[in-house]
């Protein structure tokens, strides 16, 4: 158990590592400084927070889920979709500033952790509930980021 936590952990927060990377300057460039938010975006230190707790419970659920996982194949593939879309997103938005094909990806990223979250109910049952933090998250940033195209 504590060698799959420390594995899905060092995965994880690569994943976040390098989508932070191709992200460029990110929330520090000239370009997300100068468009206009939404109201409710939180200060920048709630991000890092917010990511951190998210990367560790859904480390913690997929520690314990991948054991009682019968297909295997639809596991990983469904992480390695998580993935990609998780670092997609960071350049799409700050990098390259594609206001609407970034909500479609954070949406897609939405699906994706829903579906880890009910598909996999009767095998983890309250440990889905560790997914919540992330579900929610990730509905506030696709507000964020509606808002951001609706407004920019």
Excluded at 44 to 62: D, H, K, Q, R
């Amino acid at each position: 158990m504590i060698y799959r936590l420390i594995i899905l952990l060092i995965l994880n927060f690569a994943a976040l590592g390098l989508g932070s990377f191709l992200a460029g300057k990110g929330p520090r460039s000239e370009w997300y400084e100068g468009i206009n938010k939404a109201p409710w975006t939180p200060p920048g230190w709630v991000f890092g927070a917010s990511w951190t707790v998210i990367m560790i419970c859904f480390s913690i659920y997929l520690a314990y889920l991948w054991p009682s996982v019968e297909n295997r194949n639809l596991l990983i593939g469904a992480l390695i979709v998580h993935y990609a879309l998780n670092i997609v997103w960071n350049p799409t938005f700050f990098y390259y500033h594609q206001i609407l094909a970034a909500l479609l990806v954070i949406i897609a990223l939405t699906v994706v952790v829903g579906f880890f979250m009910f598909y996999y109910w009767p095998e983890m049952r309250s440990f889905s509930l560790l997914l919540a933090p992330y579900f929610i998250w990730l509905l506030i940033a696709s507000s964020l980021n509606a808002y951001t195209l609706i407004k920019n």
